[in-house]
């Protein structure tokens, strides 16, 4: 009987663990490959480290006083854009994942309040 007993609750253990490992960490692993896949298919479009290098550039290789300032400006607008748009992406995807771990916490807290 002490078998059994011990058998049973070695095997909740384990459940409990791997549900854990899977939820969480794999999870992770999981979210942050698809932000990561995003961000890299959208610096494509937008192409943030090639306008940091040529930040300071001329526009259209025009070496007047227009050029440099109209390439600054451009680029600067280019660079504010892209890294809004890669800090909202974060963001959704850092909230989608902090509302992804709390839902066990939810259904157990649902499955007290409903049955208490």
């Not at 070695?10 to 960490?25: S, T």
């Not at 001329?58 to 006083?65: A, K, M, R, T, V």
């Not at 992406?89 to 771990?101: A, N, P, S």
Request: proline share 2%; no cysteine.
């Amino acid at each position: 009987m002490k078998s059994a007993i011990f058998y049973l609750g070695n095997q909740i253990f384990l459940i409990l663990f791997d549900f854990l490992k899977n939820w969480y960490f794999s999870s992770f692993s999981i979210w942050s490959r698809l932000v990561i896949s995003i961000l890299e298919k959208l610096d494509h479009y937008l192409a943030l480290k090639i306008t940091l290098k040529y930040f300071f550039a001329p526009l259209y290789q025009s070496f007047d006083l227009a050029g440099y300032l109209l390439g600054i400006f451009f680029r600067g607008f280019r660079v504010l854009t892209a890294l809004i748009l890669y800090a909202a992406i974060i963001l959704i995807f850092v909230v989608g994942y902090l509302i992804w771990l709390l839902i066990p916490f939810f259904l157990i807290y649902k499955a007290f309040i409903q049955n208490g």
